[in-house]
């Protein structure tokens, strides 16, 4: 196996379709390029893209505004993406503008994109790096300047986990994050699940497994497992349309259709 | 009321956005900001004036509150196409329903606008997103290239970066330094061309290796040359390996030279400490050994000859003059050797101390075993002057001669060894050629040594005794123990052949501790039958400072009286200065145990009889022997025996002639002087039994 040369500019990848430029998209933003929007509309024929995404960000946006109602002032936010719609710092900065937002993701054009957004706030930055080392985030330069690990933090790992394969050991990755969290830090997840739409979602997987991040649903008990250590705040782990909904009215008779499974739980 | 209705209304157009599109505002939000909108529209429908504005401005509105969604737009149409018409709050307004068309026609285009201007602006930002990651992403390119000069600048090793035909790019200090070059110079050639040419193939297999493409870097495990300033070899450590370019194609040699050359050299000199003698910088034994099994080895028919050599004296020289001079003497040994077989193909080796061998691969014109063997003690016999000091030493030598075909070379020098201790023991300054008969029956001789002890243990060697009776009466005065070995194979083993067996390996001293306490308590378990019980020792028995505790314990186990022990002595040991064998004499003496001196014959052993201790002695059996062969008319020796044994008689000391076969014997003894006889004419050893008390004469 030839060995790949470690100064080729890795990330910086336009020909082929990315998951976060895709979500933007269905969220109806423009920051995406031809391949995604192609991407996209394929998606769109296997599941309810639009509003698996539109639930998703809602959900984003309310467990954001439950940590900060809890006290929460400090943020790390997972697999960022692309600054679209409703970022973590604009929800968190106008209920509270003294919240910190650290934003990670992997990708080198979100974070190039981050980066712009964020240029002269100064309570929010980002950094490029992979979620499946937490030390190199926890430990980064950025992280001791933007964060205080002593403080309780609200964890954001919101629709990413589903990008890790087993073989990571995802639930390995998340008991990292979770030894170093503070008591009275917060983690919110959402995650794809096959359970409500197998067939679908099967095929939304085939779409997936052609963009840069091959997706990997799981089951509701598998998504349970990442919160070990944690307490599940009421209701538990549900659809994202079912966490702590506006108003009850907002559920519909088909929460199932949301494809994905969301919860918050708090660290004692 | 006019508010419950926009109010209303607003809450419908909130929901039906709701589905449409994620708006980051709570639905309260979300009623308030569409309210909002609404007065706009319902202030331009109601006013005198009509001015589709508002709408242009809603729709503009919409965008930057992100209802951006597929049904956005289509939804709002649909609730406000409905619901404004057939407003309360509008009924009387003029026209109302062209002018609602009107204004959803400019909200739809200023949502447009504004969603076109939108997009281009999210586009722009993405690409400039993109820039930027790029520009990220060459910074860290341009950072780790500086690292990677610094690297290659600063390397304590060379390294070489060439093209895939190995045409040198790039060198560092380092490599130029190794090569005794400048790096700029080597820029151009060709990077085999830096071997020492015995080197290039195998650097270039490497190479071959590296391109064929299994291994992405190869290490090379053996050390190869570079041709360094003056061409002088250069030891290098390689490590090579090849660079891709993105596409993941070969492009780019890198070798990496690491200059063990120091490393190189004190290997070298290691092996050779390890294979030869410091001091005289000849081959050690284990270098020699190993040539000795390459020569004898191969199936060749050459002879070799094989020289096993031992200093004289050596000790002498190293304690009484130093172990400095001794040093010197050995290096001057080793010089001569050497010229000794200059001309031969030879090796000269020294094993230790004073020992020294030589091997000579014969050729046609190599001298014999006996002019090689005098010759080297005439050139060891020249004297060395160390100090002002002449000195020479003379060597023995065990030569061994194999001509030709596959040997074991172990085997070759113990023969070398078993012929040098064989000629050794004759003296110095001798020399012999292995006898390979002899040699046989050494080897039966020790292994027999060998087994001695086990086979005593188990009970194969036993006692027998023979009497010895007054040569004038014929009266039985005393049996003698005497050693028998009923060897499985051999047969018998007789008294003297077992005790000079013994001596060889040490046995003889406990075998003599349980042959006198054996002895004792037999006789003891008769009743003490016979008089005396004669035990007679060997030299080294004599020697040994436990012998009159072994007596003292034979005699108290068997609760024997002293006065029945005869012990015998051999003449030799009492003349030694060396050993206890005169402390033994007088301590047993002491005890009341009565002393014979053995292999009384010459004239030194008269001034033994000194000892008031001896009573008694035993001719020499030599003497008996020499006697008997002799005609006792002509014998010179059978003259002389009346007057070596007349002055012992009148001392009164007992005169034991033993060994005698006839009666004939016996009787010449008797009228030479002997008082007691012992031998096969009176009985043969045997068992233990009575004695018949007189023999009739």
């Known amino acids: 196996m030839q060995e790949k040369l470690a100064w080729v500019p890795d990330g910086v990848n336009v020909d082929v379709p990315s998951s976060a430029r895709i979500y933007d998209y269905v969220l109806g933003g423009g920051h995406n390029f031809a391949t995604d929007r192609e991407a996209a509309e394929r998606l769109l024929k296997a599941v309810p893209a639009r509003d698996m995404a539109r639930l998703n960000r809602a959900f984003l946006r309310r467990a954001v505004l439950f940590m900060v109602d809890s006290g929460i002032r400090q943020f790390l936010d997972l697999g960022s993406g692309i600054p679209t719609v409703g970022n973590v710092h604009e929800v968190a900065q106008g209920a509270d503008p003294s919240c910190r937002v650290l934003y990670v993701d992997i990708e080198a054009i979100a974070v190039a994109h981050s980066q712009l957004l964020l240029a002269g706030n100064d309570n929010a930055s980002v950094i490029r790096a992979d979620l499946r080392e937490p030390e190199s985030i926890l430990d980064s330069p950025e992280a001791q300047q933007m964060l205080d690990l002593d403080q309780p933090l609200g964890l954001l790992v919101v629709g990413v986990m589903q990008f890790v394969p087993d073989s990571d050991d995802p639930w390995g ?96 | ?185 080597l820029v151009g050639q060709y990077v085999h061309e830096l071997f020492h040419p015995e080197d290039t193939a195998t650097f270039v297999a490497a190479y071959q290796g590296l391109l064929s493409g299994r291994n992405p870097r190869l290490r090379l495990d053996r050390q190869l040359r570079l041709l360094g300033k003056d061409g002088e070899p250069v030891w290098a450590y390689l490590a090579v390996s090849l660079l891709h370019d993105l596409a993941g194609r070969p492009t780019r040699q890198v070798t990496v030279v690491e200059d063990v050359t120091e490393l190189h050299l004190l290997g070298d000199r290691l092996s050779h400490q390890s294979l030869h003698d410091a001091l005289t910088g000849l081959p050690n034994q284990q270098f020699f050994v190993s040539t000795l099994e390459s020569v004898v080895g191969r199936d060749s028919p050459s002879s070799v000859k094989l020289f096993k050599l031992d200093l004289d004296g050596f000790a002498v020289v190293n304690d009484g003059l130093g172990r400095r001079v001794g040093d010197q003497l050995l290096r001057s040994v080793a010089a001569r050797l050497l010229s000794v077989v200059a001309g031969e193909k030879a090796t000269v080796a020294r094993f230790g101390a004073d020992e020294f061998a030589i091997l000579v691969e014969d050729s046609p014109t190599s001298p014999d075993v006996a002019t090689l063997a005098e010759r080297i003690n005439t050139e060891l016999a020249e004297p060395v002057y160390i100090d002002g000091n002449g000195m020479a030493v003379s060597a023995c030598i065990g030569v061994v001669e194999h001509r030709g075909g596959v040997t074991d070379p172990a085997e070759l020098l113990r023969a070398a060894e078993t012929t040098l201790r064989r000629v050794k ?83 003889v001293l406990p075998l003599g501790d349980w042959m006198l306490c054996k002895a004792c308590e037999q006789l003891s378990a008769l009743g003490w039958a016979v008089p005396v019980l004669h035990v007679n020792l060997t030299a080294q028995q004599s020697n040994d400072p436990d012998l009159v505790s072994c007596v003292r314990r034979a005699l108290r186990k ?139 004469s």
Not at chain 1, 251 to 266: F, I, Q
Not at chain 2, 43 to 57: I, K, M, N, V, Y
Not at chain 2, 439 to 457: H, I, Y
């Open chain 1, 173 to 268: 990755v998340m008991a990292r994050y979770r030894d170093r969290l503070a008591p009275g830090s917060y983690l919110a997840m959402s995650h794809f699940t096959p359970d409500g739409m197998p067939e679908a979602m099967a095929r939304a997987v085939e779409v997936f497994k052609t963009t840069q991040e091959p997706a990997y649903p799981r089951a509701h008990s598998e998504v349970t497992r990442f919160f070990d250590g944690f307490e599940l705040v009421d209701p538990g782990l549900v659809y994202t349309v079912q966490w702590r909904p506006e108003s009850p009215s907002e559920v519909g008779d088909e929460p199932h259709r949301s494809n994905l499974y969301a919860a918050v739980g708090r660290r004692s």
């Open chain 2, 1 to 185: 009321m006019p508010e419950t209705g926009r109010a209303e209304l607003a809450r419908q157009w909130a929901g039906a956005l709701s589905r449409t599109a994620y708006v980051p505002l709570s639905r309260g939000d979300i009623e308030a900001m569409l309210g909002g909108l609404l007065d706009g529209l319902f202030d331009a429908l109601l006013a005198a004036e009509f001015s589709a504005g508002a709408g242009t401005e809603a729709g503009r509105r919409l965008v930057a509150a992100h209802f951006t969604g597929e049904q956005s737009l289509s939804r709002t149409v649909e609730v406000l196409g409905v619901a404004l018409p057939a407003s309360p709050e509008l009924r009387g307004v003029d026209g109302l329903a062209g002018k609602v068309v009107s204004l959803l026609g400019e909200l739809a285009s200023g949502y447009a606008n504004a969603l076109r201007v939108r997009t281009l602006d999210q586009q722009e930002t993405v690409k400039l997103a993109l820039l930027k990651a790029s520009e990220n992403a060459r910074k860290r390119l341009e950072a780790s290239e500086v690292n990677f000069r610094e690297l290659f600048a600063s390397s304590a090793v060379g390294i070489a970066i060439s093209d895939l035909d190995g045409k040198l790019l790039e060198a560092n200090e380092t490599l130029g330094d190794i090569v005794g070059r400048p790096a700029a110079e």
């Open chain 2, 425 to 507: 023991s004759g003296g110095t300054r001798q020399w012999g050629l292995f006898d390979p008969h002899r040699d046989v029956a050494e080897r039966a001789r020790r292994r027999l040594a060998a087994t001695m002890p086990s086979a005593w243990e188990n009970g194969e060697v036993g006692l027998e005794y023979q009497p010895l009776a007054r040569l004038a009466d014929g009266e039985i005065v005393g049996v003698e123990a005497l050693l028998r070995w009923d060897h499985p194979e051999r047969g018998p083993i007789p008294h003297r052949e077992c005790l000079s067996l013994a001596e060889e390996t040490g046995l």
């Open chain 2, 558 to 696: 068997s609760g024997s009286d002293a006065a029945r022990l005869l012990v015998g002595m051999p003449a030799t040991a009492l003349a030694s200065d060396v050993g206890d064998a005169e402390d033994n004499v007088r301590a047993l003496g002491d005890l009341g145990v009565a002393i014979a001196l053995l292999e009384y014959g010459g004239a030194e052993d008269l001034a033994r009889l000194e000892d008031p201790a001896v009573r008694t002695v035993r001719v020499a059996h030599g003497l008996v022997d020499r006697v008997a062969l002799a005609s006792p008319d002509d014998s010179l020796v059978a003259a002389a025996v009346p007057g070596l044994l007349a002055p012992v008689r009148a001392r009164g000391i007992t005169v034991i002639a033993a060994d005698l076969r006839t009666r004939a014997q016996a009787a010449w003894w008797h009228a030479a002087g002997a008082d007691v006889g012992q031998g096969r004419y009176l009985a043969p050893p045997g068992p233990l039994t009575p004695p018949r008390r007189k023999q009739s």
